[in-house]
Structure formats: structure tokens, C-alpha cells
T-cell receptor, first 113, second 114 residues
Framework: DAGVTQSPTHLIKTRGQQVTLRCSPKSGHDTVSWYQQALGQGPQFIFQ???????QRGNFPDRFSGHQFPNYSSELNVNALLLGDSALYLC????????????FGPGTRLTVL | DQQVKQNSPSLSVQEGRISILNCDYTNSMFDYFLWYKKYPAEGPTFLIS?????DKNEDGRFTVFLNKSAKHLSLHIVPSQPGDSAVYFCAASANGGGADGLTFGKGTHLIIQP
């Protein structure tokens, strides 16, 4: 049973560019959450998608947007990249028999130059 | 304003002894707490959780204790093994653990010494 998968593994962009990160949830999960983890910090909640709608959002600007597809996979889009957006972006899924637990993918390391 | 605090950035424990990792929270609305373990270049791995209606939950070598009046929880690992060396994150939620964004502490780096 495949766990949460994310692509790409690493990404390098320049300031002002746009980026799209992708996530496939664990089999049987219908909820996807995105987190940003800066160096030396804990993950910070960006937003959560359920039934193709943004259900909850953390304290992130509108430059961060997302989407969930009918197969429950999800994308995170970041526009007008800033140097401070350099971080590890983590996707987590939950749902089904794992309603109370979020399971994380390996993350995408984004570097903004 | 940090709602979940892990005040020890690092902890060194001898192999075979007990490791105790601590976490404090400030938001009274939190009702579900989780511990994750993270190795470098990997995503967090779920370890154990506890609902606010309980004060203890055990799973093998891992036990989590919750003291609601003190807004404090702790993770006990007995006995500690070399593979336990990792960064441990405490996380909290106000609506179960899955249907809500988690609030994380900054983590504690546990080092198990042979």
C-alpha cells in the first residue's frame, strides 16, 4: 500500500517565478493538508482540502493557493516567489479509517534564489 | 505567539534508558495531540496520539501522558534504542487530528548514545 507521495523531490526557482507542487494521498484517504517547514522550525499549516474545496487555511498570503482533484490528489501553487519561501513543503493525508491522524509524504525541498 | 512549545531543542540519552520528551500548549481548544518523529530528508512519521478525554496512551515502547490542567504532555520511550535518534515533534489540533490543521512545536532532537 503506497504511502503519501510528493513530486518533485527538489526544485530551484528564482524570485518572482511561480511553482506547482504535487501530492498523492494514501489509498483510502480523502483529505489533503499542506505544510511549510523552514529550517529549524516545526511544520506550519498552509491549508487543507476536502471534497475539492479548501476547508481550512492557516496564516499564509493569497500567493499560496491549491487545488484538489476528483481522485483526491492535490497541488500547491505559489506565485511571485520570495526568498523567504525557501523551505520544505510537506503534504499530509487523512480520512477513511485514519480520520484522526495525518500521514506525511517525504516533502519537496524548494530553493528560491 | 507559539501555541505549542517544546522547550528542549536537544536531549541526549544513553541506550537502554528512558527518554522523556516534553511539550506544553497554551490553547485550551486543543483536544487531540500527536507525536511525530523525523529523520533528515524524510517527512514526519506518526508515532502515537492521545485524545483529551484520556490521560495516557501506550503503544509498545512509546507512552504519551497528558496533563490537561497543566496543559502539558510528554512522550516516554523505554528502552531507548539507537534508531530512536531523530527530531521529535509534538502537534496539536482543535478538531480531532485529521480534519483540522495541526499546530506543531519546534521539535526536540533526541540523541541516543551507545
Amino acid at each position: 500500500d503506497a504511502g503519501v507521495t510528493q513530486s518533485p523531490t527538489h526544485l530551484i526557482k528564482t524570485r518572482g517565478q511561480q511553482v506547482t507542487l504535487r501530492c498523492s494521498p494514501k489509498s483510502g484517504h480523502d483529505t489533503v493538508s499542506w505544510y511549510q517547514q523552514a529550517l529549524g522550525q516545526g511544520p506550519q499549516f498552509i491549508f487543507q482540502y476536502y471534497e475539492e474545496e479548501e476547508r481550512q487555511r492557516g496564516n499564509f498570503p493569497d500567493r499560496f493557493s491549491g487545488h484538489q482533484f476528483p481522485n483526491y490528489s492535490s497541488e500547491l501553487n505559489v506565485n511571485a516567489l520570495l526568498l523567504g519561501d525557501s523551505a520544505l513543503y510537506l503534504c499530509a493525508s487523512s480520512g477513511g479509517t485514519s480520520y484522526d491522524t495525518q500521514y506525511f509524504g517525504p516533502g519537496t525541498r524548494l530553493t528560491v534564489l | 505567539d507559539q501555541q505549542v512549545k517544546q522547550n528542549s531543542p536537544s536531549l541526549s540519552v544513553q541506550e537502554g534508558r528512558i527518554s522523556i520528551l516534553n511539550c506544553d500548549y497554551t490553547n485550551s481548544m486543543f483536544d487531540y495531540f500527536l507525536w511525530y518523529k523525523k529523520y533528515p530528508a524524510e517527512g514526519p512519521t506518526f508515532l502515537i496520539s492521545i485524545s483529551s478525554i484520556k490521560d495516557k496512551n501506550e503503544d509498545g515502547r512509546f507512552t504519551v501522558f497528558l496533563n490537561k490542567s497543566a496543559k502539558h504532555l510528554s512522550l516516554h520511550i523505554v528502552p531507548s534504542q539507537p534508531g530512536d535518534s531523530a527530531v521529535y515533534f509534538c502537534a496539536a489540533s482543535a478538531n480531532g487530528g485529521g480534519a483540522d490543521g495541526l499546530t506543531f512545536g519546534k521539535g526536540t532532537h533526541l540523541i541516543i548514545q551507545p
